[in-house]
Structures are given as structure tokens and as C-alpha cells.
């Protein structure tokens, strides 16, 4: 017992310390990295157990809960990072606009904002009223020792998005009509958003998130050429307002597969890929030099074991183009999903070579 | 004015007879022909007084109102080809599925198919029921004239997917977890399913179709290889089912850059491309021989002309490498569109030089 006792005391996942930050920075470690967009969420019994009798909106500004919900699938996974419990509407709410998630609908905005007024209306976002993630991140940058804390917010398009439409839409007719038909007020707007973005993005940074990941959920819904002229430029920016600060950065969106190369051009370092794009063809679009993370089609958990593991390693084989990669799924972890699949496949990717 | 006589006794858009049907045998004719997806829809006035009153899966089946809405864009806006008035689960309809299409909602299926029992349970599709549909076609086309009808339905997977949903669905997850996790039911379901569309097909194309269209709407959710295992193969059943027609066939799907090149071999002559990818683009990723259709970004007609005539002239551009282009956008024409916009389209394509 006592000759092992000195090493038992380590964290059991000392091997794997760093293997993220060392993919985020461009190189490989004997351990490929995996997280899981969505692990704290409803895929685990302890998550919908806390969260019962508590609104979305409010439990992400509770300092308490979200350290927990954040720790929740670190601890059961053993995963290699840890993401922030929030939601991409956060930076919104926090600016002060009236904004309800509404339970198998998504976020509805009281007042869309479509007209000259309501972009001039727009509150800007006081990092003061952003105490609750600052005592968040640290907590959790405490508890986690040295497993990264990955921070976030959602990109200025997406955030538009959801303003203009007033919540979820199939099309973004009403985002699209407003970009392409206005484009000195979409400025305006995104110009605004990516301010909000950068703010959100700064003070997680601040407190001690070792990775930023920025979520353009819905980029993916315009013709490159309109994201190179209506979109790249106000991500750009919020990277920009960024680079001080020497923290590796993730640029994700689904659907992109056409827009990979321009994401590639914002300004993070790593570019996430949905899983309809093939590993090896994104990495040759994103262009040398980018870390990718992904992209595992969230919906092969719930098929055999058989399945999953062979879906794994095509993932993993084809990420070995890349100078870095971290495993993930190519969207958010569905909420019928097992969670002990999830850690299998921790497990698993762990298991396989990463160089 | 007796010199002029015969000539103004010609249809009027004589000099485009035989484009659409040109450019789907691939080759090049004078003038590109143009028509749009969904063009028989809420975007025109005198359909939704035309529809009012009436519901939609009934409408589908009327052939007076088939026939008269089918018609009203081609007298409006002098397209190249009528589509056929239908909903992609008329198939299911017609077959004796509960189905009810929910406005704001989209198609719900009263008992999802989700177990043995329930795929055991389809019915077949017996063409004694599609009466209504060769009735509407022949009128349609003695209508027509020389301008062609597209006939279509619903691919076997777009048609699963909406089965063993229950209605529209933002994932997919349950018909992928059903593809991925049983296999040899899914076998069992397409299988039945290439019957329905195979049989739907047939009798448009027996009742004077110029042109069949295959559209699998939800196929961009699945990742190229699941594609190709578990849908190409049931796509392609289709298509060779229609081979003894000597009528020209297009396939389409949102969202499938990733497997145009997939898609390109099931058997359709023409592959339809939505408006993410880059036309040029697509041209390459099909392949060598296929006529393409597509594919401006629908929310671009909500734009200013200036902006509109600038992506017309892009998309015209970038399909001059396809051996044959049928201009149409990359999705439905969305309701909330101008239909004087929709011809001034038509007139604007018609101008440009189609070689």
C-alpha cells in the first residue's frame, strides 16, 4: 500500500493534464482531448435532478448552480474540459433585454428589435452586471484544479438572430431580409452585439478561463458570400478585442460547412466542425495551422456500441491532418443520450493514439 | 399588322419552349430557364384566396384547385415549367397514413412508426387510389401546353423522417437513432417507403410529367457516410424504378454540399443544389455530366433589385461550367416575398446569356 500511495493521491487523470490546452496551442499530446458541447445538460439524471423548480435564465446567474451544473460532467465523465453552464442568449438577458427560454421552444424575445429605434434602443452591456460570472468562473477555476474551464458566448450574427426573429426560426427570413435589405442598420446592430459578445467574453477571461469559445449557431444559414461581408467582419472584431489576452480561442457554428475557411480567417485559433462535414475534408478547408475540434454526429450515441466506437475512430483518424485536435461532437450532446455512453466514449478516445 | 399575324398567334415565351427540357437533357439553349421552388405558394395573393377555406392535404388531392394552382405562377411570372401543387407527404396520405398538416407546424403524423409492429403495419401504396393525381396532371398538361410540368415526391427518407418523428424536427433524432440502431427495420421502412414514392412518380410521369423530382429535404442532417449506407441505396431504388420513362429527373436536398457527390449517384439526371454552396462549387463536387439546378439564397429576393440582380448574375455565372442549368432558388420561395420580384427574376435570368 505505501509504495503506491504517493502516486494515488495524484488526480486520476494526470496523464491527460494539459492535453487540451496542448491540442488548443496546435500540437499533439500522447492524449487526444474530448469534451462535449452540451455535457452539462440534460442528458444527466444529476442536472435535471438540481434544475428542477429553477428557470434556465435565472439558473445561469446563479453563481451556486452553475458551478455545479458545470462540474457535474466533469466529475462523471472525467472529460478534459469543462464548459460553462450558460446559454447563448446570457449576454442579452444580462444587457437588460427581455428575453424568456421557453421550454420546447428555445429563447423568445419580447421586442424584436427591426427598426432604426429599436437598434438605437439597444442597452449596452455594463460588465458590472456581470459579478455573477466573474464569482462563477473563479469558483469553478478553483474546484476544477487543472482541467480548463472553456468560457462563451454567442457571436454577434447569432445573437441577431434571435433579436430579429423574437426566438428560434427555420429560415432567418426576418435576419436575412434585415441584413441584406439594410445593411448601415446591420452594422449598427452588429456592431453592438459584437461589443456585447466581447464584454461577456472578457470578463469570463478575466476570472480565469483558460479557453473562450465563440458560438455561431447560425451562421450556417447564409451563403459564404454573405458571411464574408455580413458577418466575418463583427466576429473578427470580437477576436480582435481579444488578443491580449493570450487565451486560445474556439470559433464554432452548425452547418458551416462552406464557411469554414472564412471562419478560419476570424481570428480564433481553433475552428469547430459540425459532423456533416468529414474531419479530414474540414481540416483541409479550415487551412494549415488551425486546431479543429469535433465532430462526432451527436445522434450516433444513441445507436449500438458497435456503432459509436466505430464512428469514434473514423473521427479520431481523420482529426490526425490536423496540428491539434479535440475531440467533441459535431452540435450539443441530445438530451435522450446515456450518459454512460458519454463517458465510454471519454474512455475510448482516451484509449486511442492522438499522434 | 396581317404580316405579324402568324407570329403573335405563337405562345407568347416561344423562344423559350424546350429550355427547361434543353438544359435537363444537358445541353445549352439560348436562354436559361427559371422556375422556383414553392412558386405555387402563399407568396402569391391569388393563391391564398384560392386556398382560404380549404385545408391543405384536401387541396392536395382536388384536381380542379391542383390544377388551377399549379397554373398561377406559370400565367404570372412566365416560368419554364409548372411544379405540380403537392406536399411531400401526400405519398403518406394517399397511402392511408394520419396525417394532418398543422399550420405554423408543419406535417403530424397522428401514430409515429417506431417499433416492428408499426413498419409491419404500412400499408401499401395503391396507385387505384392516386386517381385524382393522373386526372390533375392531364389537365395540366393539355393546359400547359408546351411548357413542361414537374411532377414529384418525397424522397424514402424525408418520407421516414417525418414518419418516425411525428412532425417536423429540428435534429432528427429519433429517425437516426431508428437508421443507426436497427438497421435491418430501417431496411424494412425505406424499403416501403421507395415503393410509395417509386408508384407516386410513375403515375405523374404516366399522365404526362416532363420532368420527376425527388426531393429528400432532411437528408442535409446526415452525415456523408450514414448517407450513403443508409439512404443512397433506397434513393437509388427510385430512380431505377423510373428508368424505362426516358423522363429527365432531379434530386435535391437543403444543406447537401457535403453529398452532392453522393447524391449525383442515385440515378437523377439533374442534381438541385441549395443556396449554401457556392453553384461553381457544386458543379465540381457532382461531377463530370449532370445538369445542376439552383440555387439563389431565397431570402435574397426580400433585398433591394440592386442586391437581388447582383446574386442573380453570381449564380448565372457560376453555373456556366454545368453542362446544362435550370435557374430556380436554393430552397421554397418564402411567403413573405414579392411576387412582382419573382418576375422581374424571371425576365432578368431570361436576359442574361445562357452560354
Redesign the interface.
Known amino acids: 500500500m505505501s509504495t503506491t500511495e504517493p502516486t494515488t493521491t495524484e488526480p486520476i487523470n494526470d496523464s491527460l493534464d494539459g492535453a487540451l490546452l496542448t491540442a488548443a496551442r496546435g500540437r499533439r499530446s500522447d492524449h487526444l482531448p474530448v469534451w462535449f458541447m452540451r455535457q452539462a445538460g440534460r442528458s444527466l439524471p444529476e442536472y435535471r435532478a438540481r434544475r428542477q423548480g429553477t428557470v434556465m435564465l435565472q439558473a445561469c446567474q446563479d453563481p451556486d448552480l452553475v458551478t455545479e451544473l458545470t462540474m457535474q460532467p466533469v466529475s462523471r465523465h472525467g472529460v478534459d474540459a469543462a464548459i460553462l453552464f450558460s446559454d447563448i442568449v446570457v449576454p442579452l438577458v444580462v444587457a437588460g433585454i427581455d428575453v424568456d427560454i421557453v421550454p420546447g421552444v428555445g429563447p423568445v424575445i419580447e421586442a424584436p428589435v427591426r427598426s432604426l429605434e429599436d437598434v438605437r434602443a439597444l442597452p449596452q452591456l455594463d460588465p458590472a452586471g456581470l459579478d455573477f460570472l466573474g464569482t462563477a468562473v473563479r469558483r469553478l477555476v478553483a474546484e476544477l484544479d487543472s482541467t480548463p474551464l472553456i468560457g462563451f458566448s454567442g457571436a454577434p450574427f447569432t445573437l441577431a438572430a434571435y433579436l430579429i426573429e423574437g426566438g428560434p426560426s427555420k429560415?432567418?427570413?426576418l435576419t436575412?431580409?434585415f441584413m441584406?435589405?439594410r445593411p448601415e442598420l446591420w452594422d449598427e446592430l452588429l456592431s453592438a452585439l459584437a461589443e456585447y459578445a466581447s464584454v461577456f467574453l472578457r470578463v469570463q477571461a478575466a476570472a480565469g478561463a483558460s479557453v473562450l469559445q465563440l458560438f455561431d449557431s447560425w451562421a450556417?444559414a447564409?451563403?459564404?458570400?454573405?458571411y464574408e461581408r455580413y458577418v466575418l467582419p463583427y466576429s473578427r472584431r470580437v477576436f480582435a478585442s481579444l488578443d491580449d489576452l493570450d487565451v486560445p480561442r474556439i470559433h464554432f457554428g452548425v452547418?458551416t460547412?462552406?464557411l469554414l475557411g472564412l471562419m478560419a480567417q476570424a481570428g480564433a485559433e481553433i475552428v469547430g466542425v459540425d459532423?456533416?462535414?468529414?474531419l479530414a475534408?474540414a481540416v483541409s478547408r479550415i487551412g494549415p495551422g488551425h486546431p479543429v475540434q469535433g465532430n462526432l454526429?451527436?445522434?450516433?450515441l444513441?445507436?449500438?456500441w458497435d456503432?459509436i466506437e466505430a464512428a469514434v475512430r473514423?473521427v479520431v483518424g481523420q482529426g490526425r491532418d490536423a496540428p491539434g485536435h479535440i475531440f467533441n461532437l459535431?452540435?450539443g450532446v441530445?438530451p435522450?443520450t446515456d450518459p454512460e455512453v458519454l463517458t465510454r466514449v471519454v474512455d475510448l478516445v482516451h484509449s486511442l493514439p492522438a499522434r
Chains 1, 2 share one sequence.
Open positions: 429560415d432567418h427570413a436575412k431580409a441584406y435589405g450556417g447564409l451563403p459564404a458570400a454573405a452547418g460547412g462552406e459532423w456533416r462535414v468529414p475534408q454526429d451527436p445522434a450516433i444513441l445507436a449500438d456503432v473514423e459535431g452540435h441530445l435522450q
